[in-house]
């Protein structure tokens, strides 16, 4: 099998419809499987899933523990060569996956790749390029985490725009809205770290793909529209607790020597004072 879907939702049904018809489009004509996987959702998204998408594999949640743990869930059962990992509020380009898909085939160097995004307004969106946003930029800078994430050209600010728009060159970081992904890095790379709840899993494990030996691209020449609604509810206690203690939990694992343990046989890299379960 060529391709693994896996989407990740929690109270999204409109959007998630709309995204999952937009995504199965894209594949046509190549051999794939998609997986959903519902984060205790309270709305009608597991009724739709069921009445509209019959071929699909849906993993329905009674607790929402997250996002990185959720994907944990199907990427231990995905068959394909390739996973794309595609937020619920994205739409997917017509041809993006099949142009995603080539570039992957000509460059197997690449563990994953993620491409041009734009608002429903048709801007585009800058963490396209660098995969995280101004909070993770200057995080990284404070910390000196910033040396790890060249490609990001952090320590020179002037050239934040390094890249243009519909360039395609080698990241750090691949945004979590579309991240393709090579089966091999992610065999290599191991399972997400499931301490990360709703941010910063993206940007932990694109650089877990280069700590395995794979590189990270930008690829201009598709799209996906993104309604990015995790971002917009903000100014909440949860919202700070979650997106900041992402940062801690980051610094936490790259600032310290952390060990290499295995879980159910698969490479981890934990922070010491953490439990596996």
């Not at 909440?236 to 310290?256: D, N, P």
């Amino acid at each position: 099998m060529k391709l693994s879907i896996v989407v990740v939702s929690h109270n999204a049904c409109n959007l998630l419809r709309i995204g999952l018809n937009a995504a199965i489009r894209a594949a046509q004509g190549i051999s794939h499987e998609v997986f959903v996987v519902d984060n205790a959702s309270v709305d009608s998204s597991i009724a739709m899933l069921n009445n509209d998408f019959q071929d699909i594999n849906i993993i329905a949640n009674d607790k929402n523990e997250g996002i990185a743990k959720a994907y944990n869930q199907a990427l231990r059962q995905v068959q394909g060569e390739y996973i794309l990992l595609v937020n619920a509020d994205t739409i997917t380009g017509k041809k993006t996956v099949e142009k995603a898909l080539e570039f992957m085939d000509h460059h197997p160097d690449a563990g994953g790749l993620g491409v041009r995004m734009i608002t429903p307004e048709g801007s585009f969106l800058k963490e396209s390029k660098r995969g995280f946003n101004r909070p993770w930029e200057a995080f990284f800078r404070l910390t000196g985490l910033a040396r790890y994430f060249s490609k990001s050209r952090l320590n020179n600010p002037p050239s934040k725009d390094w890249v243009d728009e519909f360039q395609t060159s080698e990241t750090d970081v691949v945004n979590g809205a579309f991240m393709l992904l090579r089966r091999s890095a992610v065999n290599s790379a191991g399972l997400m770290d499931e301490h990360f709840h709703t941010y910063g899993y993206d940007i932990d494990y694109s650089y877990r793909i280069k700590l395995a030996g794979f590189k990270n691209y930008y690829f201009g020449k598709t799209y996906i529209i993104n309604f990015d609604i995790q971002n917009k509810v903000k100014f909440s206690w949860k919202h700070v607790k979650e997106y900041y203690g992402a940062m801690i939990i980051f610094a936490t694992k790259y600032l310290f020597k952390v060990p290499e343990i295995k879980v159910e046989g698969i490479p981890q890299l934990i922070p010491p004072s953490y439990e596996v379960k």
